[in-house]
């Protein structure tokens, strides 16, 4: 057994950590978060880096990473912001079902400008009455001639407005059948005619931007159908323990920057003629928020490693990674607001931007409880 990390992954997360510390200042993320700006230059540096092309295949131009690697990145991106990880995971998480799914040309079409940014791509499953239960989605495509004509509403999409993004929608193509079956997985770029994005006002997570979309008979090409027509579960599917997983190292990284700012505080704000991290009871909190980072982490570094390895057991170890994670980042900016004291509930210091962004990570790629009823179903308990 072997927790260390390898040569080559200890210089990617130092690397990588470099570049964010240089390019997301606080001030800058402070200005994203309160102006609602999408990081368009720091996405630019990412693409510079070459970091797109970390976990994809070497014929298409990647360079081969691991699961290992992807949650390295996606805990130092987070660290800064969660927001950024969600930016940079939504295209890696598209793209890589493109690399399992797609046609021999959709790889070289949209992996080519995906890698070198000239698209980004958000994901669109969710609508208004198909959340948890996603399979009850109702926005529709029909055959015309060579063209799929689309009608219907998406929410919740992170990121679908941004510049040359393209959706990754999942569209009901045959209503005839039975729930999972008949869905299908289609690439709309976001600017074509009869497309209306709205921007929603959300509580956290607020620079990437989340959205409403209306398709009101929106023509996409025959060829942007990727992995077969009526076969959009099995991307739903293949795709969810990779994003799973890096969103768990997502919020391990926003709970370390919580945890962070919380110790610092600690030692500086004296109260009674001492740091209140003197306080045993202010001690303990953040003894309990270390100790969570590193169960968290250790789980997310085992469930990875069983990705990587294509191990059976990886699905109920992500679940569990992911399960824990998330929970722990909403108590970490919890009790991170609690040492700040009033200074936490004030909008020119950084630990309310955690409380609100951690707030969504039990809610979005799953919920809490839906990750219990996976668990459960695992061990064989039909749960209702
Ligand atoms: C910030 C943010 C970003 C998002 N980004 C995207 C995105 O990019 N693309 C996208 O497609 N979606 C996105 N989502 C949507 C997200 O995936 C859904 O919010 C999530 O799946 C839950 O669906 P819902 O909000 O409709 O809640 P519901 O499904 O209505 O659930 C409401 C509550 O009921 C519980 N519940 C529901 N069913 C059960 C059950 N069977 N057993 C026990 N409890 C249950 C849930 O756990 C939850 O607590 C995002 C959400 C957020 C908050």
């Known amino acids: ?53 970390l976990p994809f295949p070497e014929e298409y131009g990647g360079l081969g990473g691991s699961p290992i690697d992807m949650v390295i990145v996606a805990e130092e991106l987070a660290a800064k912001s969660f927001d950024f990880f969600s930016t940079y995971g939504a295209g890696v998480f598209c793209g890589l079902n493109i690399v399992r799914k797609g046609t021999q040309e959709q790889k070289q079409f949209w992996l080519t400008r995906l890698l070198s940014g000239e698209i980004r791509m ?12 996603v399979a009850a989605l109702r926005t529709s495509a029909v055959k015309d001639g060579a063209a799929w004509v689309i009608n219907g509403q998406k929410v919740w999409a992170t990121g679908a407005g941004a510049r040359d993004n393209v959706i990754n929608l999942y569209v009901r193509t045959d209503p005839t059948a039975h729930h999972r079956a008949g869905l299908s997985l289609v690439l709309v770029p976001n600017d074509l005619p009869g497309i209306t994005l709205r921007k929603l006002d959300m509580l956290g997570r607020r620079c990437v931007g989340t959205y409403e979309i209306f398709f009101d008979n929106v023509r996409v090409p025959e060829a942007n159908v990727v ?26 990284g926003g709970a370390r920057a919580v945890y962070d700012l919380a110790l610092q505080y600690a030692k500086d704000r004296k109260q009674f ?44 170890l992500i679940t569990m990674a992911k399960l824990f994670m998330s929970e722990a980042y909403v108590k970490a900016a919890s009790t991170g607001m609690q040492i700040f004291g009033g200074a936490g509930y004030n909008m020119e210091f950084d630990m309310q ?22 668990l459960a179903g695992l061990m064989g308990l039909k749960v209702r």
């Open 1 to 53: 057994m072997d927790f260390g990390l390898t040569e080559d992954q200890s210089i990617l997360r130092d690397s990588v950590r470099r570049m964010m510390d240089r390019h997301a200042t606080p001030e800058y993320i402070r200005r994203l978060d309160r102006e609602q700006v999408y990081p368009y230059d720091l996405y630019a540096e990412w693409i510079a880096m070459g970091l797109f092309k």
């Open 122 to 133: 958000s994901i669109s499953m969710s609508e208004p009455d198909a959340g948890s239960d």
């Open 227 to 252: 992995g077969g027509v009526n076969n959009g579960w099995d991307c739903v599917l293949t795709g969810l323990q990779i994003e799973r997983i890096t969103a768990a190292a997502g919020y391990c």
């Open 273 to 316: 003629g001492r740091p209140i991290g003197t306080n045993q009871t202010i001690a303990h909190m953040l003894a309990d928020m270390q100790t969570d980072i590193e169960i968290g982490r250790t789980m997310i570094w085992r469930a990875a490693w069983a990705l990587a390895k294509s191990d059976p057991d990886a699905l109920r």
């Open 353 to 374: 931007r955690h409380f609100r962004d951690s707030r969504s990570s039990t809610i979005a790629a799953g919920s809490s409880q839906m990750q219990r009823n996976l």
